[in-house]
């Protein structure tokens, strides 16, 4: 069985909780184990905050899932104004940042992260999660 979701939703604070729940059904339908999915919906809750906090410009987010007996690809893209590459180096926040943890989760929690900026043209995030 697959399925596969597109939605488009505003860019506000209420579409966050929303996309989690539509993707925590569709893993539930598709009995993905419980830690699996629970690292897929931090990782989306946290692309999708990260449109909401930092995509200057946007009105809206897109978010496509994936979903799979075996795995999950999310992307999540928003039409805001772009964002700094330098700002996405990987590299673990210190301890006492209040900002970055958000990548840093999305690539601990999932694989084959990417991600896209274009000025004026929005971001994307993509990533990925297989099932044992």
């Known amino acids: 069985m697959h399925m596969s979701v597109r939605l488009n939703l505003p860019r506000e604070v ?58 999950c690809a999310i992307d999540v893209l928003d039409n805001g104004a772009g964002f700094d590459p330098e700002l996405t180096d990987g590299g673990a926040p210190g301890p006492g940042s209040e900002r970055g943890r958000g990548l840093f989760l999305i690539r601990a929690l999932s694989e084959n992260v990417r991600m896209r900026s274009t000025a004026r043209d929005g971001s994307l995030i993509h990533f990925e999660k297989s099932f044992a």
Do not use: F
Not at 38 to 64: F, M, P
């Open 14 to 71: 209420g579409s966050v909780p929303a996309v989690r729940r539509l993707l925590r059904t569709a893993l539930a339908i598709l009995q993905v184990d419980r830690q699996s999915g629970a690292d897929l919906e931090i990782a989306l809750t946290e692309a999708c905050s990260n449109v909401v906090k930092h995509a200057s410009g946007a009105d809206q987010i897109e978010i496509r899932l994936n979903v799979a007996e075996d795995r």
